[in-house]
């Protein structure tokens, strides 16, 4: 019961660190009953510290030079590697080296073949054509040369011009149509193995005379194209198969001095003979070309 008196305030009570309870953090946890003492302290996460970890100190090692490594001796691997660059270097100036003497050679064997071997006199090609063809020229039977024949619309002739070409190894060729058959259907077919003409065409044997002088060599039946044309026809000794008494093909390599007589077999159409032409070549020489008188 009241007496009537205003209520007395309590006396304050003085809380320190020591009356207070420990909080949970700090308490330790009593083990439970059965479980491992030591497992449990194992499991437990470490208290983290409050102390921070001071960094260390950095170093500038760009600025000071006592601080940067110590530079080490190249490695065997690094001194053989110059090696290689000197074999490469070696095999380059070989090279070079070869290059110039195969041009030196190239060279030197131009100038010998137009002007050294075999004396022959270069004129402009009889039949005007490109300098790609190396020039023939026609001789009479004196040896004297003649400027005024030997092309298509002006041929040599038959059994009185020799014509000649000089060759890449310096020596010279020449080519004389001594005697022509002009019905040689019967001679060729002699020969059961050779085939009979054109239903068209006729044969016709050309006895050839082939002579070399000079350096190096030639063979005729690989070097020397032999033709027959006329107005509707044209036939070559290397596209017929027809053996004759003494066929081209017979004629081994001839060298300086050497001289050779062939016959070779060609066809004609009928009633062309009028306009007959016997075109001859070497492989780089122009086409020189014979008639009839």
């Given at each position: ?11 304050a ?10 909080t ?10 059965g ?26 090692t ?15 691997r ?10 490469i270097?070696l ?13 030196l ?25 490109s ?42 060729v ?58 509707s ?61």
């Open positions: 019961m009241s007496d009537g008196s205003s209520p007395q305030p309590l006396p009570l003085a809380l320190d660190d020591a009356a207070l309870p420990a949970t953090a700090e308490a330790p946890l009593a083990p439970a009953q479980d491992d003492p030591q497992t449990d302290t194992a499991q437990a996460e470490p208290a983290q510290s409050d102390t921070v970890q001071a960094e260390p100190a950095r170093v500038d760009w600025s000071d030079p006592s601080l940067l490594p110590h530079p080490s001796a190249p490695s065997e690094a001194r053989s590697s110059a090696l290689p660059i000197v074999a270097v095999s380059s100036l070989a090279l070079a080296v070869s290059s110039l003497v195969l041009v050679v190239l060279v030197l064997g131009g100038l010998f073949y137009y002007f050294g071997g075999a004396p022959y006199e270069l004129s402009d090609p009889v039949g005007g054509y300098s790609m063809y190396t020039p023939g020229r026609v001789t009479d039977a004196s040896g004297a040369v003649v400027t005024d024949v030997g092309t298509y619309d002006r041929p040599a002739t038959l059994g009185e011009h020799t014509l000649s070409w000089p060759t890449v190894s310096g020596g010279i020449e080519v004389t149509i001594t005697e022509v058959d002009w019905d040689a259907d019967a001679a060729v077919a002699a020969d059961p193995a050779n085939p009979p003409p054109d239903p068209s065409a006729g044969y016709v044997l050309a006895t050839v005379d082939v002579a070399y002088t000079g350096p190096g060599g030639t063979v005729p039946n690989e070097d020397l194209y032999l033709c027959l044309e006329s107005m026809w044209a036939s070559c000794h290397m596209d017929l198969d027809v053996a004759s008494a003494a066929p081209l093909r017979d004629i081994g390599a001839l060298t300086d001095g050497d001289r050779a007589t062939a016959i070779v077999a060609l066809e004609l159409a009928e009633g062309e003979r009028g306009s007959a032409l016997f075109s001859i070549e070497t492989i780089d020489g122009e086409p020189l070309y014979l008639a009839e008188r």
